[in-house]
């Protein structure tokens, strides 16, 4: 899709003024956007006012850079089309309110710094949050290493704080008092970090005026993941004059405990001076797949793909959970049969758990540092997420010194936003992607071969950072990577999947795939997931469901617990499946 329909030009040329754009999957929101973002600047000319563009992943974000930077050649010479910024909607919050600004509110003496979890100080009581179940149990403190389930919802004027267990927010006591004291040395993690943007934008309304002159229009791609607390921070520039324009799908809010279930983008469209836009044509899909999509969304799509000669199409399969591996066999066989690519097709799942299980993870795997380093072997090998990994090694390694520094690990992590600390990233990268001379592979016995292993490379790895960088690891680190509670076996508990028949086959939760375009999907899904699916995307688990379905080009399969196939049956035929194997 290289030029524009009706549609997204009718969009692109918009008024400058605020949009609400509902768009179904597949339906070029980014192309849109980003033509959008061309066409404000083009009209704006040598204006010293910036746009920008923000969503809510690092990928979304390099996707839109590089389709604006040849684009932006179309644009007049000058300094105008260097006024627009494209990033996350945090980077944006954290770059031009938090850091330079929120100390001020936040009682503190010192830039703010980001916090994973990891830190040392986090052990000490004063910053202990306590969850309450509402079951009447008794209140529980908050692992400092699950801060970062820590989450901030805005309502009626004031903030409340849970925890997120178990896919359940826990109200938390006293969350406001903790708040305070980590602000008060300038330590916050993502979710707090949006509430002090919003204070301080209350509390220092010139800091509020100066950046609404500096960004008289904010565009904000996959808006149905706009969270409470984003949504007063918008408010807020909306109120005192920023154009701001969204563009989302409300059948994919499926970020719920933070508020981010799609209704705010619904409601946006209502509001009056906001002009209202739909896109209804999906370029992604094949014809039955955007029919199926419609009937579980309640929308009248188009789908702009004509019906392909090769197997196509949404299926339904049922399956037993000890012969899942062989589920996944059946289909990788359905998507080399159809010509599809593998490498561009997934499975995907509900929970995290499941996609561990698949791929042959442990969670019971060794303990403390070890247990991590472990999962961070399992996140590379086993699921190719080498981003995730680098993480919870970059985590690793922060418990690993003597005195990293407050915001340390954060960044390491956030390279781009600190350059002085791009040697250290490269340093742990490189550690985290070798299993030679780093993470040792998964495939090594646990306690006779990857621990001895482990052991000798972090040695070496921590030497270098003594040596280059001043940093000075803990004593002991034998006792600290211990072999306790591991196996004499490789570190995945099944099957080998790097070499297996499925080796190709990407396994991860739907949260993980959100926004991706793939071939074929394979959604693995529980009884009341696939109730909820065949329900619509009322619920959020309705909506997960149809995250992961129309994912797909050309191939869905929904795998059904064989024990639900016969009472699941007729509703599955009625949205548009077809059952595998059955003419």
């Known amino acids: 899709m290289m030029g524009l329909s009706a549609e997204q030009r009718a969009i692109v040329d918009a008024p400058l003024a605020p949009l609400s754009v509902i768009a179904c999957a597949g339906s070029g929101k980014t192309h849109t956007a980003v033509h959008r973002l061309i066409e404000i600047r083009r009209r704006l000319d040598e204006s010293r006012g910036r746009v920008a563009l923000l969503s809510f992943s690092n990928v979304a974000v390099q996707t839109f850079r590089d389709t604006y930077l040849p684009l932006a050649q179309t644009l007049p010479p000058g300094r105008g089309r260097q006024r627009v910024e494209i990033d996350t909607l945090d980077g944006f919050i954290t770059t031009h309110i938090l850091r330079p600004h929120a100390s001020r509110t936040m009682g503190c003496s010192r830039a703010p710094f980001l916090i994973s979890g990891a830190e040392p100080f986090l052990k000490n009581k004063d910053f202990l949050f306590w969850a309450q179940p509402t079951n009447g149990k008794k209140a529980f403190p908050v692992p400092h290493d699950k801060i970062e389930k820590v989450v901030a919802n805005h309502h009626g004027g004031t903030t409340q704080f849970g925890f997120r267990m178990n896919k359940t927010l826990i109200p938390i006591n006293g969350g406001t008092a903790v708040v305070a004291r980590l602000g008060a040395i300038g330590a916050y993690t993502h979710s707090l970090g949006q509430v002090w943007a919003l204070r301080t934008l209350q509390r220092q309304r010139l800091i509020l005026r100066a950046l609404v002159r500096r960004y008289p229009h904010v565009l904000i791609d996959e808006s149905q993941d706009i969270g409470t607390v984003h949504q007063a921070i918008l408010q807020e520039l909306a109120n005192a004059g920023t154009h701001v324009t969204l563009i989302g799908d409300p059948s994919q809010g499926i970020y719920e405990f933070a508020g981010a279930d799609g209704q705010f983008l619904t409601d946006y469209g209502q509001r009056a001076g906001v002009r209202s836009y739909a896109l209804t044509r999906n370029f992604r899909s094949v014809p039955s797949v955007v029919a199926l999509a419609n009937a579980l969304a309640s929308r009248v799509d188009t789908a702009d793909r004509p019906k392909p000669e090769e197997s196509h199409g949404a299926f339904f399969i049922g399956y037993k959970k000890a012969d899942r591996d062989k589920l996944l066999v059946a289909f990788q066989a359905a998507v080399a049969a159809a010509g599809l690519c593998v490498d ?19 969670a019971s795997i060794g303990q403390g540092l070890v247990k991590q380093f472990a999962r961070a072997a399992l996140l590379r090998d086993q699921r190719r997420d080498f981003s995730g990994a680098f993480k919870v090694v970059a985590g690793c390694i922060a418990g690993l010194l003597k005195k990293p520094g407050d915001g340390w690990l954060a960044s390491v992590i956030q390279a781009t936003r600190h350059p002085e600390m791009k040697p250290v990233r490269r340093l742990i990268w490189s550690f985290t992607r070798d299993p030679g001379t780093g993470l040792p592979a998964s495939t090594l ?19 270098s950072l003594q040596e280059d960088h001043g940093l000075e690891p803990v004593p002991n680190l034998g006792s600290r990577l211990a072999k306790t509670e591991l196996r004499n076996a490789p570190l995945h508990a099944g099957a080998d999947l790097a070499t297996g028949p499925h080796a190709n086959l990407r396994i991860h939760t739907v949260h993980k795939v959100k926004g991706e375009t793939l071939d074929a999907v394979l959604y693995l899904a529980e009884k009341d997931h696939a109730e909820a699916l065949l329900r619509g995307a009322e619920t959020e688990l309705g909506r997960i469901g149809y995250v992961a379905v129309t994912r797909a080009r050309n191939l869905v399969w929904l795998g059904v617990p064989s024990t639900a196939l016969d009472a699941l049956r007729p509703a599955l035929v009625a949205r548009g499946f077809s059952e595998v194997g059955v003419a």
Request: charged share 15%; glycine share 2%; with cysteine.
């Open 344 to 362: 561009k097709s997934a499975v995907v799942c509900r929970a995290s758990a499941t996609a561990a299980a698949l791929v042959g993870a442990d």
């Open 445 to 463: 016995v646990a306690d006779t071969q990857w621990q001895p292993q482990l052991l000798a490379n972090i040695r070496a790895l921590m030497a």
